[in-house]
C-alpha cells in the first residue's frame, strides 16, 4: 500500500459522538499533519505533530503519532455538523525539510448526522 | 486570517492548449507549492519552489509543467500543451517554513477541464 492509508474510508456518526480516523505510513517522517476538506473546498490545515512528539491537542482535536507502528490517529471530540468532511493526513517524509513535500492518503469521508 | 488566492476557480480548455493557473501566497510566506487532485483521488504533489527555483519536482512535473514567480507576488503553474489527463483540481499553497507550526496553507483551487 501506498504512503499515508487512513482507514476508515467512510465514517458515520450522530452529532456529540467521537470520531476516530487512523492513518498508517511507510517510510520514516519529518512530521505528519491532518488537513480537512469541505466537499468541492481548499485544504484546510488542521494540525501538525513531529516525529519526535507522541500527542498533540487543538481545541477539540488530539493527533497521536506512534513512529514504532508507522501510524497516526485523529480523535475528533463531540462532533458537530458541520464537521462533515473529508480528513486526510499527510506526511512529510525524513529530508524533505526544505522542500515541504507532503504525501496525502486518500482521507477518510466524515458525515456528522445532526 | 491570510489566505492564498487561486485564480480562476475554474478553467476548461482544449487538449493541446496551455493553461496558466495563477496564485497569490501569503504575502510572508517563503515557500510555494502546487497540488493536483484529481477527482475522486489523493492529493498529489507536483512541485515546492523556494527563493526563486524548484527545490523538489514529483515525476508528474514533467517538461510539459513550469512554475513561475513573476514578480513578489504571484506565482504561476503553466501547463505547456495540455491533455486529457490534466483534468483535476489544482491547489497551490504556501507556507512560512515547512514542516513547522502552521502547516500549510492551501488556496480553494482551480479545476481544469481539458476537453
Known amino acids: 500500500s501506498q504512503q499515508g492509508e487512513e482507514d476508515p474510508q467512510a465514517l458515520s456518526i450522530q452529532e456529540g459522538e467521537n470520531a476516530t480516523m487512523n492513518c498508517s505510513y511507510k517510510?520514516?517522517?519529518?512530521?505528519l499533519q491532518w488537513y480537512r476538506q469541505n466537499s468541492g473546498r481548499g485544504l484546510v490545515h488542521l494540525i501538525l505533530?513531529?516525529?519526535?512528539?507522541r500527542e498533540k491537542h487543538s481545541g477539540r482535536l488530539r493527533v497521536t503519532l506512534d513512529t514504532s507502528k508507522k501510524s497516526s490517529s485523529l480523535l475528533i471530540t463531540a462532533s458537530r455538523a458541520a464537521d462533515t468532511a473529508s480528513y486526510f493526513c499527510a506526511t512529510g517524509p525524513y529530508g524533505s525539510g526544505n522542500t515541504g513535500k507532503l504525501i496525502f492518503g486518500q482521507g477518510t469521508t466524515l458525515q456528522v448526522k445532526p | 486570517e491570510p489566505e492564498v488566492t487561486q485564480t480562476p476557480s475554474h478553467q476548461v480548455t482544449q487538449m493541446g492548449q496551455e493553461v496558466i493557473l495563477r496564485c497569490v501566497p501569503i504575502?510572508?510566506?517563503?515557500?510555494f507549492y502546487w497540488y493536483r487532485q484529481i477527482l475522486g483521488q489523493k492529493v498529489e504533489f507536483l512541485v515546492s519552489?523556494?527563493?526563486?527555483?524548484?527545490?523538489?519536482k514529483s515525476e508528474i512535473f514533467d517538461d510539459q509543467f513550469s512554475v513561475e514567480r513573476p514578480d513578489g507576488s504571484n506565482f504561476t503553474l503553466k501547463i505547456r500543451s495540455t491533455k486529457l489527463e490534466d483534468s483535476a483540481m489544482y491547489f497551490c499553497a504556501s507556507s512560512e517554513f515547512p514542516g513547522q507550526g502552521r502547516g500549510y496553507t492551501f488556496g480553494s483551487g482551480t479545476r481544469l477541464t481539458v476537453v
Open positions: 504575502s510572508n510566506h517563503l515557500y
Open positions: 505533530i513531529r516525529s519526535n512528539e
Open positions: 519552489f523556494y527563493n526563486n527555483e524548484i527545490s523538489e
Open positions: 517510510t520514516s517522517i519529518n512530521n
